[in-house]
C-alpha cells in the first residue's frame, strides 16, 4: 500500500461545505463508496471500474482507509468475484458492518443462473479476505445494491434496490434472516415525484444508505436517473414510513450514475460519492470522493456539490 495526500481546503461557496482534494483514489477508477468507521479509521470499500469497460464489467472490490479523511492507505482487494463461486459477473455496490468481532460484506453479483443477486461474505479482520458465508445467494430478486444497519436494538436491516426498495430483518448472525422480504411502498410523499417515466413515479433509482443520527432515520439514494442525483429521506424507524427531503448533491460531472456513503467521524460528518474526475472518466470510468459538511440544526443535511477539478 501507500498513502495519497490529500489536503482539505478552504470553504466553499457553501458555508456549511468544505472541500477535499478528490477524487481520494487516483490510480484505478473506483465507485460505489461504502464508508464504515472502526478503530479510529474511515475504511472505504469500493468498487473498481475496469480501464476500458464498456459496461459495469466489474471483477473485484477495493479497501482503503484513513485515520484523518486526508491521507488515505490503499489495502488492495479484500474480495473479488471469485469469493462467490455461483456468481459469474457484476461486482457491483456493496457494504461492510462489523459485529462481534466479525466483518459481514454484503455485495450484489451476477448468479450464473443469470439474476443478480446478493451474496455475504465474511472474515475476522476488515481488511479481509473475506470468504463466501453460505455458498449461495443471501436474497435472490434480480436487484442490487445493499446497504446494512444495526439498530440500537441489536436489529440489522439489509435494504436493496433497484428499481424497488426492499429490506429484510437480519439474524444476529448476519447472514440468515427471518420474517421474509418486505417490499418498500415508492409513494411520492415518502420518495418525491419523478416526471417523465411513467414506470417510475418516485424519484428513487438505486443505491439506499440507511443510518440514524439524533433519534433519526436516513434514507440515502440515487435518484432521478439517468443522469443521477443524490436524494434523502427521513423517518422515526428504520422501516419508516418515509417522508420526502429533498436533493443533497445534484447531478454533476461525467459519471451519469452515482453513489452515496455518509458517516460521522472524529466530530465531523463525511458525504462519500462517485464522479468521472480522473483522465479518461466517465460512466464506466468513475471515481470515488468525499466532501465533509455540517448537518443543519434540524437534522436536515444541506446541498452538497461535487469537487470539480
Ligand atoms: O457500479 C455498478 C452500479 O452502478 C451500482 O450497483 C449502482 O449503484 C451504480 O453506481
Redesign the pocket.
Known sequence: FWPLACTLLSLSTFANVAKADNPIVQDIYT??PAPVVYNDRIYVFT?HDNNGATF?D?TDWRLISSADAVNWQHHGSPMSLTTFKWANANA??GQVIERNGKFYYYA?VRHSTGAMAIGVAVSNSITGPYTDALGKPLVENNE??PTVWIDDDGQAYLYWG?PGLYYVKLNADMISYSGGVNQVSLTTAGFGTRTGNAQRPTTFE??PWLYKRNGLYYMIY?ADCCSEDIRYSTGPTATGPWTYRGVIMPSQGRSF???PGIIDFKGNSYFFY?NGALPGGGGYARSVAVESFTYRSDGTIPQIDMTTN
Open positions: 465507485a460505489d468498487g459495469y466489474m457491483w455496490a450484489p442490487i445494491d433497484n438505486e443505491g440515487a450514475t452515482n453513489h462517485h
